[in-house]
């Protein structure tokens, strides 16, 4: 389980924070279930909100734990000024490094993202998300 601080670039720059949990096995495979909650820079009350889950595959190098990952769900987008709502698919591909910090703490160096979404309102849209954080081992 763990959190961070995302900052998204696609065709705006959002700000947000961002929610994890991961479900290892021993064998570098496991489940990854994540949400995003973005803002928007500017006024107008534009944001976006994904929902997630997928497959994880982890291996350590040291202390060190590069991953990857592929996640489906669905993303929440508020049109400015809230004009209008949509519910749409998101599709995610990613990766990135954790650092074992302690037995139980890691430090989430960089989590890089590439979102998909193909049934946006006004053709696909897609964006890159980065974000960096601290992960809790709980078991």
Known sequence: MGSGYTLQYGQRK?????????????RR?????EGRW?????TANVHAETYSIGGRYHFDVGRFQPYAKGLVGFGDFNFPYNYAHGRYLVVTAGGGLDFHWTHRIYV??????????PQFTYGNMNSFGVNAGLRVRIF
């Open 14 to 26: 959002m700000a947000g924070i961002a929610g994890f949990v991961d479900l290892d096995t021993k």
């Open 108 to 117: 989430r160096a960089v989590d890089f993202e590439y979102q998909d979404w």
């Open 29 to 33: 495979l496991g489940i990854e279930a």
């Open 38 to 42: 973005l803002e928007y820079y500017q």
